[in-house]
């Protein structure tokens, strides 16, 4: 990128799996159009190429991340880091939108004018340290929510007495060797339960410590009957099929969790206790909360129930009184040594990658903000965003966050319009931007933008509404103001 401003018609900052799919989108609607991808890091995939620890894999099926536009096609369902990552950069490849990626770019700043109806974002080489900037009629952030560059992890009392190694798995060390070592993870999340049973195979011993359970169900690595499918049905029908049993699937369990709370956890728990005949249930898989109050867990073919059973893995609830020079003493009384200590204890949020915007010469307060049909902001023109659900697989709201924004932009070249903007209802009430109770959330949702007590304005957490507010319904309503193309910038 030169010194002086180059310009794009569409700007997508983050090159992992929603902006790769955005561009892919863009490309596909628009050939004409020019895109270029910011990415801050040296390489695309960005959570799948980031994360390196043992076992790292999806937490959703592959037929609902996925791509809708590009079938997955390896067997397992639910899929390790480097086939998601693969797959990520061949979809890439496929669509051409490889070659629009800028790497070691961070975009640090965007300032919109009205007069000229374009974004000039200030960016940050990350490999120099140089800055240089790039106009854009319209950008979309899809950097996600949290942190790349730090995980969360808590002041621990004593932590630098321990003498043996601690890792935080956002940076896992590549020459980690925990062959025949005790190895400790603090943590109750996805993240600690892929880990236990993945580090088992070579550590003499894993031990889970978690200071509060949470909901951990076993689902198939592989879907058999999307496997048949494949072999019987052309590949994107296969595809289509499979990825519309498992989004029902996905809603029936959400839905049923939350209108029968009791029910459900009687169920998850029916399930465990067949899992795990010799555990105290009731201690280590029993959570304060209701199911799908805080993201379920899910184990591909029982792995951590199988390793819990075979005494690879053992259990621990509890708090953590002190580290020690050879682990960690708990509030109980218990000790627990360790040579490796792993603090699978979440991220840290970061709204919108960081990105600061100036509207007119105004700097906006995001949290002053209200986020409209859970894509745009108010007040802040001609931008979009990706946020997945949390209660579903991430790329089911990407695509249709993009299939809204295709619809978006072909709607302003039809009408002549030049720009965009949400405008907020005062009488609207604010609500949390993620109504969630996960503790990564409530730590940070604070510096976020609000959502809004009623439609347009509140983030819907159903696929099926969001399908007929984002792919079929208008993209011209009351909450949102279109401003004709200038045919050249106004003179100042």
Request: aromatic share 10%; glycine share 8%; with cysteine.
């Amino acid at each position: 990128m030169p010194n002086t401003p180059d310009h794009v018609d569409v700007l997508i900052i983050g090159a992992g799996l929603s902006g790769i799919g955005a561009a892919c989108h863009i490309r596909e609607k628009f050939p004409t159009r020019s895109v270029a991808i910011l990415e801050a890091r040296a390489a695309s995939g960005g959570t799948w190429d980031l994360f390196r620890y043992p076992g790292i894999r999806s937490d959703s099926d592959m037929f609902t991340l996925g791509y809708r536009f590009r079938p997955w096609s390896d067997d397992n369902a639910i899929a390790d880091g480097p086939s998601i990552l693969q797959y990520v950069r061949d979809t890439a490849a496929e669509y051409g939108v490889d070659h629009d990626i800028r790497y070691n770019r961070r975009a640090n700043r965007a300032e919109w004018s009205s007069r000229t109806q374009t974004w000039t974002v200030t960016v940050e080489h990350t490999d120099t340290g140089e800055t240089s900037s790039v106009s854009a009629n319209f950008v979309m952030s899809c950097s996600g929510y949290y942190r790349y560059d730090e995980g969360y992890t808590p002041d621990f009392p004593g932590v630098d007495e321990f003498e043996g190694t601690l890792v935080h798995p956002q940076h896992w060390p590549d020459d980690l060797d925990y062959s025949g070592k005790k190895v400790l993870i603090i943590g109750s999340g996805a993240t600690a339960v892929t880990l236990a049973p993945s580090m088992a195979a070579d550590a003499a011993h894993v031990t889970l410590l978690q200071r509060s359970p949470s909901y951990i169900i076993s689902v198939p690595a592989k879907d058999a009957l999307a496997n048949r499918l494949r072999r019987w049905l052309p590949p994107s029908i296969a595809y289509s099929v499979s990825r519309g049993k498992a989004i029902a699937v996905s809603t029936a369990l959400y839905q049923l969790c939350r209108r029968f709370p009791n029910f459900m956890r009687a169920r998850i728990r029916d399930m465990q206790v067949r899992q795990l005949p010799d555990v105290d249930v009731d201690t280590h898989f029993n959570p304060k909360y209701n199911p799908w109050d805080q993201r379920l867990c899910l184990v591909p073919n029982s792995d951590l129930f199988r390793a819990i059973r075979r005494g690879s893995v053992s259990m621990a609830t509890d708090t953590i009184a002190t580290f020690t020079p050879g682990g960690i003493d708990l509030t109980s009384g218990q000790k627990l040594t360790a040579d490796i200590i792993v603090t699978a204890t979440g991220l840290n949020l970061l709204a919108l990658g960081g990105l600061t915007f100036v509207v007119d010469g105004e700097e906006i307060v995001l949290p002053e903000t209200m986020t409209y049909k859970g894509l745009m902001l108010s007040g802040i023109p001609n931008f979009g965003y990706i946020v997945g659900y949390t209660n579903a697989s991430w790329t089911l709201k990407a695509d249709l966050v993009c299939d809204y924004i295709c619809r978006l932009l072909e709607h302003m070249d039809t009408h002549g319009y030049g720009s965009v903007v949400a405008t907020r209802d005062p009488s609207v009430d604010e609500e949390p931007f993620l109504d969630f109770a996960a503790g990564y959330v409530l730590r940070s949702v604070n510096t976020f933008p609000h959502q809004g007590s009623r439609a347009p304005w509140k983030l819907r957490m159903n696929y099926y509404r969001d399908v007929l507010t984002l792919r079929r319904g208008s993209v011209a309503d009351e909450a949102v103001e279109f401003a004709a193309k200038r045919s050249a910038p106004a003179e100042a």
